[in-house]
């Protein structure tokens, strides 16, 4: 596999990790089993205010209930976390523990909520103490975790795959994350019925969340592109890798056939099935392989946007001081031009996803057009903002943008080519308006 990179000790192993899965409609029912299974007495459960009110957690709380587990919901996660949003959940849990097991029921920010609860439950110290350098002190959790289980109710996110919770630290105007194997779920509970009632708008930026995924681990730098590492220095991020492949390349088929159905007929179960286990199988390949350009640049993107509301997600989500796009929509903003910036670095690759998500796209005369044309072709398709100018970004914003985006190295050092500043700044120009 060619790479640009040349390690002086090339690395040899890759290291690969998932939660334990259960998948199909109805499995829902069988977390009671699953708590007692673990030898659950209290349980917390983190959800949303918007799930809660489907019924769907309190049900569960009362199946736990009769199965001799107490359940305490904490139901106040907010779309898109913020520092001050996860402190209110940890300063919750503390009072009302303590917990032997941590259950989330939502999107990824439901998940990622429950993730920083069970850290802070855990481990000393504070939220910051965690968080990515150089936003926060990156340290590494000195205790295990409780289990935690994690029911998504979104098709995107695959945080119940990974080991990443992400969060904006609004003083910062920026988003970043947590990063650590021990934030990884014990179990992920797929339940393609917990979809059926997500907006369109939502299936829409959610799955360019799991589209992006996917392409990002499948044209990441190789694994061997790397410096060998010990056993105690290696990271979840290992780069591109055999394993991971193989569910970067079957999450991309799944999307082919099922995404532009999902967005415009939420009904059909068969589409809302196949992209749960899109979502699961994206997850379980960037979990293990990392994500890049797109991401790096998605943190400043939200992190900076000014008034812009997106249609499906509510007033209450949008932060005090400025408008919210959601994490899937601001990863794909910039996708396109990002994989015309790595093309270079593996030009198969590239043409394989383009073929995998569009068999039927004509040839075009630049082979680098290519994925770029079936992204914006699909985009469009299913009604994302066409381009970041579409969200309230001009070209006077991109400096501050790429200085967000480079605050994100931990992702920046996953792409297949090296990027730098004025690297950034053309992507970030070119995709000020994609078409």
């Known amino acids: 596999m060619p790479s640009p990179f040349t390690p002086t000790v090339p690395e040899t192993v890759f290291t690969y990790a998932s939660p334990a899965l259960k998948f199909g409609s109805g499995a829902r029912h069988e977390l009671a089993h699953e708590l007692v299974a673990l030898g659950a007495k ?26 001799g587990v107490t359940a305490v919901v904490f139901g106040e996660s907010r779309v898109e976390p913020t520092d001050e949003s996860l402190r209110t959940a940890i300063d919750f849990a503390r009072d009302a523990g303590p917990f032997d097991v941590v259950v989330a029921v939502g999107g990824g920010s439901s998940i990622d909520t429950a993730k920083a609860v069970d850290l802070l439950l855990t ?35 695959g945080s119940e795959s990974t080991t990443i919770c992400v969060l904006d630290v609004i003083a910062q105007k920026v988003k970043t994350g947590i990063s650590h194997p021990r934030l990884r779920p014990t179990m992920a509970i797929v339940d393609p019925e917990l979809t059926m009632t997500q907006p369109s708008g939502v299936t829409a930026a959610a799955g360019m969340d799991i589209l992006c995924h996917a392409l990002e681990s499948y044209t990441a730098r ?158 469009a398709d299913i009604g994302i903002p066409p381009g970041i100018g579409a969200v309230g970004f001009g070209h006077d914003d991109v400096d501050n943008l790429v200085e967000g985006s480079l605050k994100q190295q931990r992702l920046l050092a996953t792409a297949p080519r090296e990027v730098g500043a004025d690297d950034l700044a053309t992507i970030l120009t070119e995709s000020v308006e994609l078409w």
């Open 123 to 157: 481990n000393e110290g504070e939220l910051m103490d965690y968080i990515n350098a150089p936003v926060g002190r990156a340290l590494a959790p000195a205790n295990p975790l409780l289990p935690l289980i994690a029911l998504p109710t979104t098709t995107g996110t």
């Open 42 to 67: 209290r349980v917390l459960m983190v959800t949303d205010a918007g799930v809660r009110a489907t019924g769907v957690v309190d049900d569960l709380a009362e199946q736990a209930q009769a199965a």
């Open 222 to 379: 190789p694994y061997t592109s790397y410096e060998h590492k010990a056993a105690n220095e290696r990271v979840p991020y290992c780069g591109a890798n055999p394993i991971a492949d193989v569910w970067s390349e079957r999450a991309l088929a799944l999307l082919a056939g099922a995404f532009r159905t999902a967005v415009r007929n939420g009904d059909d179960l068969e589409a809302r099935e196949q992209m749960s286990l899109a979502a699961t199988f994206a997850g379980l390949g960037f979990g293990n392989a990392g994500v890049h350009i797109p991401h790096a640049n998605a943190y400043p993107i939200a992190g900076q946007v000014g008034p812009f509301a997106p249609e499906g997600y509510p007033e209450q989500d949008l932060h005090a001081d400025h408008g919210l796009v959601p994490h899937g929509m601001a990863v794909s903003l910039t996708a396109p031009a990002a994989f015309r910036f790595t093309f270079e670095a593996e030009p198969e690759r590239h043409l394989r996803a383009a073929r995998l998500l569009a068999p039927q796209t004509p040839d075009v005369d630049d082979p680098r057009e290519l994925l770029p044309r079936v992204l914006t072709d699909l985009m």
